[in-house]
Structures are given as C-alpha cells and as structure tokens.
Nanobody, 120 residues
Framework: QVRLVESGGGLVQAGGSLRLSCAAS????????WGWYRQAPGKQRDLVAS????????NYADSVNGRVTITKDDETSTVFLQINNLKPEDTAVYYC?????????????WGEGTQVPVPW
C-alpha cells in the first residue's frame, strides 16, 4: 500500500511559477515510476511528467515540455513538479501517481490531487 499526499497548489497568476510536492509513504521500495497527471474541468486526466526510479529518467508531455521539471528526493520520499511560466490552460487538479510493475500488470496508487487555478 502506497499513500500519496500532494501539496503546493493554489492560485497563481499567468507567467508565475509553482512547485508541487508529493509526499509518499508505505511500501514505496517497489515503485517503478512516479508521475504527475492533471485534469482540467470537463476533460480527461492527462500525463504531465513522469520519472523512472533507479535512473531518474524524466518524461514530459509535449504540452508542457520546456516549462516543467520533475524531480524526486529519495531520502524524504518526495516527488516534485516545478512549473514555470504558468498559463491559464494549465488550470487543473494535479495528481501524483506511483506505479508498480509486476507480471500481473501495472498497479497505480493516486493521491487526492491539488488544485492549480491560473486565471485569465
């Protein structure tokens, strides 16, 4: 069981920056990949960025590439998402996810999300 708690969301003006945090607890040694997704009102949940455990290889969605950085601190079991030059279209609930790969499939644990409103 993995528990994820996001923080750092809040109202940000366009052009501003934000750093989201995801604190993980539980059986985290088995996690293969960490990620951030976002869901805008009325839209599906989409990947923003992910980072692979072990080699810390990041992956970014085209829509945010160049403005987003995903990092993790293994000592504190925290994953971060830095978003720069925020735009109104970045408005969404941002979710942290921890994925574990096994022969049975991929098992994902989700946080409850943190809201990021970026007004026009």
């Amino acid at each position: 069981q993995v528990r994820l708690v996001e923080s750092g969301g809040g109202l940000v003006q366009a052009g501003g920056s934000l750093r989201l945090s995801c604190a993980a607890s539980g059986i985290i040694f088995s996690i293969n990949k960490w990620g951030w997704y976002r869901q805008a009102p009325g839209k599906q949940r989409d990947l923003v960025a992910s980072i692979t455990n072990g080699d810390d290889r990041p992956n970014y969605a085209d829509s945010v590439n160049g403005r987003v950085t995903i990092t993790k601190d293994d000592e504190t079991s925290t994953v971060f998402l830095q978003i720069n030059n925020l735009k109104p279209e970045d408005t969404a609930v941002y979710y942290c996810v921890a994925s574990r790969y096994s022969d049975s499939g991929i098992f994902a644990s989700w946080g409850e999300g943190t809201q990021v409103p970026v007004p026009w």
